[in-house]
């Protein structure tokens, strides 16, 4: 199993940006889709954006689009969500999330790798 190792978390104020970035142990048609998810205390885990296929497809959560992007580099083995303008809603532990199964990534059932995660904390 692909093991996944995210690191760039930390404090931002809001309005900012900030990068995190997912090291992945092996790059395999397991990865078809990678995606970031964030959690908070008492509350599920949600999906945040997703990349698939090599990079042709991407999906974002209807809150981060056209403020997130999720580019990877396969040379690396790495995946990144850049965060631009975040805000306090944005406050989470983000992980990173591989081994997709379908039909829907937002979905973390479908996800079989997890990294460990690491917290953001946007301020105002």
């Known amino acids: 199993q692909v093991r996944l190792v995210e690191s760039g978390g930390g404090s931002v104020q809001a309005g900012g940006s900030l990068r995190l970035s997912c090291a992945a142990s092996?790059?395999?048609?397991?990865?078809?889709?990678m995606a970031w998810f964030r959690q908070t205390p008492g509350k599920e885990r949600e999906g945040v954006a997703a990349?698939?296929?090599?990079?042709?497809?991407?999906y974002y959560a209807d809150s981060v689009k056209a403020r997130f992007t999720i580019p990877q580099d396969s040379a690396k083995k790495k995946m990144y969500l850049q965060m631009n303008s975040p805000n306090a809603e944005d406050t989470a532990m983000y992980y990173c999330a591989a081994g997709y199964s379908g039909p829907r990534w937002s979905r973390k059932e479908n996800f079989r790798g997890w990294g460990q995660g690491t917290q953001v904390t946007v301020s105002l």
């Open positions: 990349v698939c296929f090599g990079g042709s497809t991407t």
């Open positions: 092996e790059w395999t048609d397991d990865n078809s889709c």
